[in-house]
């Protein structure tokens, strides 16, 4: 494949000869706005039974048309507080989602929190509006009655950013300070339109943003995982376009090509300030949103890691306020002592007992992390600080089996940061291993202690601790990108296994910041099937094992057969390495 950089700086479409496929969009619902006119609500009014009401009167222009750098025309409605029409910065929620308005609330928020007018995971009207914002919410290209077909993000997708932002600043309301706000796929696309540098981009606000989603997300570990991104044809509505159909490409394209690199943009020419959240509790976006943090180029960047969920944490009181501090600092040039916010705030779960919120750091990763590694005894299942004398192997059947290895805590334990476990493992009667790890909290007697049920399942993909996966025969590391506390993969190629051969592989996971007790636990689950389930054990219930919980899109099709041996001992030391910070006292 031919790099799209090298064929157009500012491109428009993809280079015919990656043969990207599309599937036909959703047809718009019957309601969806469409057609030009201005709106005005009035301040009280209740767009949502139980919602929250408009603080102001609101101007509501629909429909504006802007030309993009191809011809292509999108159509973007802006909201302005009606007694101001010069002088606003505005909050761009950029996706494909559909901009008819009024929306529910994302599931978990409660209804009192939300006004409905905002699109699908993006800046609320009843919050911003009242604070001298104005809010643009475009169908991109594709959406809704917008031209041309639905990119999933990528360098076409983040140069129509470009050309949004530009517009906006240009406009007789604006007072040219442009940022852009909203999680998943709102985040996502951020970090591609930032990285095409427009100049009147002021900040950005991703929330629970994926990163590099070949190795985080479509084919995690390198195993195909396409289940959630085949969900969103079905939910993206455009009239007569196509979407990019990434689930497709994530089956078809299993190596790390440049396609997949057009949608990992080069965080280091992200230079604006940047307001980051990641969820601490939730697995879809977790993987991703850390390491594109790390590699923001921005000098000015915060991180802040939740307890809960996006969604419940995005249109929360308190963090709305936060944020409007970030933007009102650098959109309207306030001297509200923002910088005097720690880089990095983590809220530290303690399962079963009280959670740490938003403990102040100095960096990510954090300074005082100590990596100390736990190593595995296959013979008896336990974890522990010493390496193991004897040499030992434990095995499952590849197809449904699972081994796990126990650490009892003699003291209180923190971690927070990145935790890797490497592996000396075999395949009997099988060339290959699709391997999915989990660690978990368990109490003294061994029950799960699983974190904030009450936010994790009002979440799509929730898992019950810190998981991470590895088809073995992509287990060559990038020495590039890999760091002494994350392995990367390379992707390039696959190496499958000989009869009888042991190889070494190192797996990163989840970043996660928990608290244990003394006399809890931490397990390590080894799996020949996804353990990603919300909030269970892994005992077997009536219906089986369980296997993925509340949807298809966490099980990946694994491709084992055989039996998977793990081995320990002198020899083959296998450990888990986790950063262990001090606690509190």
Not at 467 to 494: C, I, K, N, Q, Y
Request: proline share 8%; charged share 20%; aromatic share 10%.
């Amino acid at each position: 494949m031919n790099s799209i950089a090298r064929n157009d700086m500012r491109p428009s479409a993809y280079p015919a000869e990656w043969d990207v496929a599309f599937v036909p969009a959703t047809p718009l619902p019957e309601g969806y706005g469409v057609g030009r006119e201005t709106k005005h609500l009035k301040a009280g009014t209740v767009l949502i039974e139980g919602g929250k009401p408009l603080p102001c009167d609101v101007v509501w222009e629909q429909d504006i048309p802007v030309t993009l750098r191809d011809g292509v025309v999108i159509y973007t409605d802006v909201l302005r507080p009606a007694d101001q029409d010069t002088n606003l910065p505005a909050i761009v929620s950029w996706s494909a989602y559909g901009k008819s308005l009024p929306t529910e609330p994302p599931f978990g928020v409660p209804r009192e929190n939300f006004s409905g007018l905002a699109k699908f995971e993006g800046a609320d009207g009843a919050f911003w509006l009242d604070k001298g914002y104005a809010l643009v919410n475009p169908d991109v290209r594709g959406a809704g009655k917008s031209g041309g077909d639905i990119q999933n993000w990528g360098s076409v997708d983040g140069h129509d950013g470009y050309d949004l932002i530009e517009w906006v600043a240009a406009q007789p309301w604006s007072n040219t300070k442009v940022a852009l706000y909203g999680a998943s796929w709102l985040a996502y696309a951020q970090w591609g339109i930032a990285a095409t540098k427009p100049p009147h981009l002021a900040a950005i606000a991703p929330w629970n943003g994926i990163y590099d989603p070949f190795r985080t997300h479509l084919r995690w570990g390198g195993i195909p995982d396409p289940g959630f991104f085949g969900f969103l044809p079905f939910m993206i509505p455009g009239d007569t376009s196509a979407i990019e159909s990434v689930a497709d490409m994530a089956m078809r394209e299993g190596l790390y090509n440049d396609y997949w690199q057009d949608k990992t943009p080069d965080l280091s020419d992200v230079t604006v300030p940047a307001y980051v959240v990641v969820d601490g509790v939730t697995g879809l976006h977790s993987m991703g949103g850390p390491e594109a943090f790390r590699r923001l180029g921005s000098s000015e960047k915060w991180l802040r890691i939740n307890n809960t969920q996006e969604w419940y944490d995005q249109y929360s009181d308190r963090y709305q306020e936060d944020v409007l501090r970030f933007f009102d600092h650098y959109l309207k040039g306030d001297d509200n002592e923002w910088q005097e916010t720690a880089r990095v705030r983590a809220c530290i779960i303690n399962a079963g007992g009280e959670d740490l919120v938003d403990v102040p750091f100095a960096e990510w990763p954090l300074p005082e992390t100590r990596y100390e590694k736990v190593y595995l005894d296959a013979a008896s299942g336990l974890l522990s600080a010493t390496p193991p004398k004897q040499p030992s192997t434990s095995s499952y059947a590849g197809v449904d089996g699972s081994t796990t290895f126990t650490l009892k805590l003699t003291e209180a334990m923190t971690l927070v940061g990145y935790m890797s476990v490497r592996l000396w493992v075999e395949a009997q009667d099988a060339d290959d291993m699709d391997l999915f790890l989990l660690v978990e909290k368990l109490d003294a007697e061994g029950s799960l202690l699983a974190p904030h049920r009450e936010h994790a399942d009002t979440y799509p993909i929730s898992p019950p601790g810190a998981p991470g996966r590895l088809r073995v025969s992509m287990r060559e590391l990038d020495s590039t990108l890999s760091t002494e506390f994350l392995p990367v993969h390379a992707f390039r190629e696959a190496k499958k296994l000989s009869p009888g051969e042991v190889v070494p592989v190192d797996i990163g996971l989840t970043p996660r910041a928990y608290h244990f007790e003394p006399g809890q636990q931490l397990r390590l689950t080894v799996a020949g099937w996804n353990v990603r389930g919300t909030g269970v054990d892994l005992e077997a219930t009536e219906e089986g094992p369980l296997r993925g919980g509340r949807q298809a899109a966490v099980n990946p099709p694994a491709d084992n057969h055989g039996t998977h041996i793990i081995h320990s001992g002198p020899d083959h030391l296998s450990y888990i390495q986790v950063p262990v910070i001090e606690g509190p006292h």
